[in-house]
């Protein structure tokens, strides 16, 4: 599974999602950003690639739906409502991902 986690400059929150969830065995993880100066921005190819998006925001799902309606029809998109108030790899951003995430995502025991 594929997941595409997007916020807005791909500094903060998506990068944490991204790091977080990478170590989640069976699913691939990126990150990107709706904003033109985003770390990576979303694109056509990375929405193509995703399975399941988790946009941080209504926002960024809105910003999505413009860019790349004809591609997300498709998709799963998860609004997972979480404000830009955190710093990269924040304690309480993990666990509120974690909460929030999971509830979404099949988890596999490592062998």
Same mark, same amino acid.
């Given at each position: 599974?594929?997941?595409? @986690?997007?916020?807005?400059? =791909?500094?903060?929150?998506?990068?944490?999602? /991204?790091?977080? #969830?990478?170590?989640?065995? *069976?699913?691939?993880?990126?990150?990107?950003?709706?904003? =033109? +100066?985003?770390?990576?921005?979303?694109?056509?190819?990375?929405?193509?690639?995703?399975? %399941?998006? @988790?946009?941080?925001? *209504?926002?960024? !799902? !809105?910003?999505? =739906?413009? !860019? #790349?309606?004809?591609?997300?029809?498709?998709?799963?998109? %998860?609004?997972? *409502?979480?404000? +830009?108030?955190?710093?990269?790899?924040?304690? !309480?951003?993990? /666990? &509120?991902?974690?909460?929030?995430?999971?509830?979404? &995502?099949?988890?596999?025991?490592?062998?």
């Amino acid at each position: 599974m594929n997941l595409l @986690f997007v916020c807005s400059r =791909n500094r903060l929150r998506s990068p944490t999602a /991204e790091a977080v #969830f990478a170590e989640v065995t *069976g699913h691939a993880v990126l990150s990107a950003g709706t904003s =033109n +100066d985003a770390e990576t921005v979303v694109s056509a190819d990375l929405v193509e690639w995703a399975d %399941i998006i @988790f946009a941080m925001e *209504g926002v960024h !799902r !809105r910003r999505l =739906n413009q !860019r #790349f309606a004809p591609l997300l029809r498709t998709k799963r998109i %998860i609004v997972l *409502g979480i404000a +830009d108030e955190y710093d990269y790899m924040d304690p !309480r951003l993990i /666990e &509120i991902l974690k909460e929030k995430v999971f509830q979404h &995502i099949e988890v596999r025991a490592t062998p």
